[in-house]
Each structure stands twice: as structure tokens, then as C-alpha cells.
């Protein structure tokens, strides 16, 4: 059974602590893995997408990264606007996302 | 451009009466799926519409769920006789076909 799984759930950072989270993940024939940000009380905002092992994306001080086994999302020099849930998703077919629980982040001035 | 515009973006209704969710997707977005997000939990797969179709209704989670699509566009999700353990966020994506899923704001729905 397909499953994607997120670490740590919650994470506290102070302004310019630069960290990463970690999204496992067990597809069969992986067609992508997305991340997402959500805001409370808002809808997922899309970040990337990545489709092979290797690939990395960059967007300010965002920078997700792909293994066969797990994606990364590197957070460098984070601000308290960055303070989101972060939500994984992997997609083995044309349309089915498989999410994970999301890491909670919260980035301290 | 205009994203994915859900409707109510609150709903709150008592127990065992129906209500209607509405989504209106990106133009020209093909595809379009219903997700639940409940407190604390990963999102939820419902269903998804290729065109007017709903080739996957996998992820209702009861026959009170259903859902169509009309013209290729505007979706509206039904839960009858509500329960209470229907209140969750529900949210709402479109894409074209294969391509990256873009999420509306969602609605709030909570059964008393």
C-alpha cells in the first residue's frame, strides 16, 4: 500500500536557524512528489514538484530534494513568515495524491 | 490569474440535514478532486472527475457522500443526513490532466 510518511510533526526554529523536514515514502512506480504549504484556516499553496531521484528545486529559502526512498524540504535562514504546515504528497498514477500529516513549523523572531 | 473558489467557506448545520459544497475549478482545468481534511489528519482522497466523469469514487466514505460535475466545470459535493463526524475542512483541487493539483481555500463544515 502506497504511504507517505512526514518527521518531525512539529518544529520550532529561530529566525535564521536553517533545518530540514523529511518526507518518506513508499510508491510503487512514483510519478511525482509534490510539497505543499498551508496556512491556517487556508487551502495547500503548491511549492514543487519533483519526478526523479536527484532533482532539486529552489524558491527563496526553500529547496526540496528527491531520493528513491525520501524527499527533503531545506529550509535556509527561515523567517517567521515561513511559520506554515508543510504538506508531502506522492503520486503513483495520473491523478491519486497520497498525503502526508505535514510538519508543523514555527520560526521564532 | 483566478485559482480554485470554494463555496460556503463556512457551513454549519445540525445533525441529519443534507448540505451542498461547491467548488469552481481553474479554467480550463480538466480534472478536478474532493479531498477531506479532518483535525490532525493527512488529506483525505474522495473523489475524482476527469471532464463530467468520476472515474475514481474510491474515497467516499458512505452512500450519504456524492458528488457530479456539470459542463466540465462547477462540482458541487452532497452529504446527506449529516453526522457529526462529517465536520472537516473540505477541500477542493483542479489540474489539467497528469499535471500539478492547485487547491481552493476549502469549507469548513461542522455537524452539531
Known amino acids: 500500500e502506497d504511504q507517505v510518511t512526514q518527521s518531525p510533526e512539529a518544529l520550532r526554529l529561530q529566525e535564521g536557524e536553517s533545518s530540514s523536514l523529511n518526507c518518506s515514502y513508499t510508491?510503487?512506480?512514483?510519478?511525482?512528489l509534490f510539497w505543499y504549504r498551508q496556512d491556517p484556516g487556508k487551502g495547500p499553496e503548491f511549492l514543487f514538484t519533483?519526478?526523479?531521484a536527484g532533482e532539486e528545486k529552489e524558491k527563496e529559502r526553500l529547496k526540496a530534494t528527491l531520493t528513491k526512498k525520501e524527499s527533503f524540504l531545506h529550509i535556509t535562514a527561515p523567517k517567521p513568515e515561513d511559520s506554515a504546515t508543510y504538506l508531502c504528497a506522492s503520486s503513483s498514477g495520473t491523478y491519486k495524491y497520497i498525503f502526508g500529516t505535514g510538519t508543523r513549523l514555527k520560526v521564532l523572531a | 490569474g483566478a485559482g480554485v473558489s470554494q463555496s460556503p467557506s463556512n457551513k454549519v448545520t445540525e445533525k441529519g440535514k443534507d448540505v451542498e459544497l461547491r467548488c469552481d475549478p481553474i479554467?480550463?482545468?480538466?480534472?478536478l478532486y474532493w479531498y477531506r481534511q479532518s483535525l490532525g489528519q493527512g488529506l483525505e482522497f474522495l473523489i475524482y472527475?476527469?471532464?463530467?466523469?468520476?472515474?475514481?469514487k474510491s474515497g467516499l466514505p458512505s452512500d450519504r457522500f456524492s458528488a457530479e460535475r456539470t459542463g466540465g466545470s462547477v462540482s458541487t459535493l452532497t452529504i446527506q443526513r449529516t453526522q457529526q463526524e462529517d465536520s472537516a475542512v473540505y477541500l477542493c483541487a483542479s489540474s489539467r490532466t497528469g499535471e500539478t493539483q492547485y487547491f481552493g481555500p476549502g469549507t469548513r463544515l461542522l455537524v452539531l
Open positions: 479554467s480550463g482545468h480538466t480534472a
Open positions: 472527475f476527469q471532464g463530467n466523469s468520476a472515474p475514481d
Open positions: 519533483l519526478y526523479s
Open positions: 510508491v510503487s512506480g512514483l510519478r511525482g
